[in-house]
């Protein structure tokens, strides 16, 4: 088979690594991949937002799968174009991929169809919002409800901060048109869990479970960033929330979706909150999470193409997911000054450490090839993962493999998976 990935990413990377080990792929192409993906895949210069050009390649290179690996271009419908040329995709049509696209749509959708989460109310006027705000508890949560990078999710502490978010997102425009609507969201505590379920429409079946790391700095101070590192599984996710989620949160929402004739075929990452009153959905995203993929990816069993084929078909009820009984951690290492300025360029050392360890991986983000060799190219620079027997050697892994990369401004989280410390 040749299979296509588009995006660019660490999450991409992870992808590309389980192709690159599946029996059914010949060729991997990229459109427009990385520097490290280029080691697996033939990357191709064509934006992920390039439904068109995406398409003739495909058809002019008889690709007989594509994989869409961001939010954007899925949210835009790039899915959508395969579709009608007749080409296999993995990734949801426009129309399901709102469950990520639009935060209103998604909290609407939990209501209707009784899904745990938080209480909240949806404004598109700002004075609404506003005096709304005057008699609600603090804190308290507040959304754009479009795409922001993950950056349009603003917690306030007390109402001074929340008039304030209100006017950034839907006066000030911080994040454009994904401003336009906002919801207000009760604030729940607990602790956070990603679970990423393959879906064929009709069936869904989880992956092993993962912790991200939002927050910038040690002890989750700091701006929010795309994500800072993840540990799998999360000893926080037990046999008992797991049963409760599949029961209450999985499939209901698959079947919610197939109610509203948004068959949803692809990856759904539930964000969950594990509150004292069980286990709600924080959000929905419509792909692989990143850094999660990071983690959960190398722990899968299966061919990933298998099972990518088989959520296409329909058929994701006879494929038996199965992940290793062991942990993985990832630690990103960013370039300082992320998420807000930084300087790139820095020739990145070490790289070639990781080709003949087993259990350890480096995945490229931010990252591109010069004449001066590899060099940093954005915040997220790489993921360095490592897997373990268990939590606690897979991060004395991931850290020690830290130190086998060198660049100048590498800046990296030091407390990744220090929740464990604490189960
Ligand atoms: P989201 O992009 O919706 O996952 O939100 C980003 C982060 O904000 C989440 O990972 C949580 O840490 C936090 N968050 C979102 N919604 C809530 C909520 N209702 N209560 C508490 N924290 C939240
Ligand atoms: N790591 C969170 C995300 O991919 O949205």
Known sequence: ????IVGGGGREHAIAVKCSESKLVDKLFAAPGNAGIAKLAECVDISVMDADK???????????????????PLVAGVADAFIREGLRVFGPA??????????????????????????????????AALSYLETAKMPIVLKADGLALGKGVLICNNLEEAKAGVKTLMLDKQFGTAGDKIVIEEFMTGREVSVLCFCDGTHIKPMTSAQD??????GDKGLNTGGMGTFSPSPFYT?????????????????????????????????LMLTEDGPKVLEYNARFGDPEAQ???????????????????????????????????????ASDGYPEHYDK????????????KDGYYVFHAGTKL???????????????????????????????????????????????GKAIDEQ
């Open 345 to 356: 360029g820095f020739v990145i050392n070490g790289l070639d450490t990781f080709d003949d």
């Open 94 to 127: 426009k129309n399901a991929a709102i469950i990520e696209g639009s935060k209103a749509f998604s909290k609407d959708l939990m209501k209707k169809y009784n899904i745990p989460s938080a209480a909240y109310e949806v404004f598109d006027n700002a004075n």
């Open 54 to 72: 995406l398409v003739a390649f495909a058809k002019d290179n008889n690709i007989d799968l594509t994989i869409i690996g961001p939010d954007d």
């Open 370 to 416: 010069t004449d001066k060799g590899i060099v940093t190219n954005g915040g997220r620079v790489l993921g360095v993962t490592a897997k373990g027997d268990d939590l606690f050697k897979a991060r004395a892994n991931a850290y020690e493999a830290t130190k086998w990369i060198d660049f100048e401004n590498k800046y990296m989280r030091n407390d990744i």
């Open 239 to 271: 046999e008992e929330v797991d049963k409760f989620c599949k029961e209450k949160i999985y499939q209901p929402t698959m079947d919610a979706m197939k109610a509203e004739g948004r068959d949803f075929t692809g990856i759904l990452f539930c964000g």
């Open 213 to 218: 790391h939002k927050r910038a700095k040690d």
């Open 1 to 4: 088979m040749k299979v296509l």
């Open 295 to 333: 983690v959960v990816l190398p722990r899968m069993k299966n061919d990933i193409i298998e099972v990518m084929e088989a959520c296409i078909d329909g058929k994701l009820d006879e494929v038996d997911l199965q992940f290793e009984d062991n942990a993985a951690v990832c630690v990103i290492l």
